[in-house]
């Protein structure tokens, strides 16, 4: 059983910056695509950033040259500066594991001034 679990979530002014983490219960990083998306309020669910066992990442146009994601060991990070409104969202790790993909719980965030 895989477990992710998120934090760093938080309230924000505009123009700053929060680290999200996402800690997993296995090894899951070294083999499958690790995610991160986000859920705006009374929208669908959206992928933020994606990064493969391989090293590659994938970000969503609204994100590119603001947001990082990264990965160490069992953790995987998203770096988010400059931080908009828009980013509020409820945001989630995903381990994309084929037939069976994993979500953490979610952690809010909140950009407001």
């Known amino acids: 059983q895989v477990q992710l679990v998120e934090s760093g979530g938080g309230l924000v002014q505009p123009g700053g910056s929060l680290r999200l983490s996402c800690a997993g219960s296995r090894d899951i990083f070294r083999f499958y695509t690790m995610g991160w998306y986000r859920q705006p309020p009374g929208k669908q669910r959206e992928l933020v950033a994606s990064m493969t066992s391989g090293g590659r990442t994938n970000y969503a146009d609204s994100v590119k040259g603001r947001f990082t994601i990264s990965r160490d060991k069992n953790t995987v990070y998203l770096q988010m500066n400059s931080l908009k409104p828009e980013d509020t969202a409820v945001y989630y790790c995903?381990?994309?594991?084929?037939?069976?993909?994993?979500w953490g719980q979610g952690t809010q965030v909140t950009v407001s001034s």
């Open positions: 995903n381990a994309d594991v084929p037939g069976r993909p994993y």
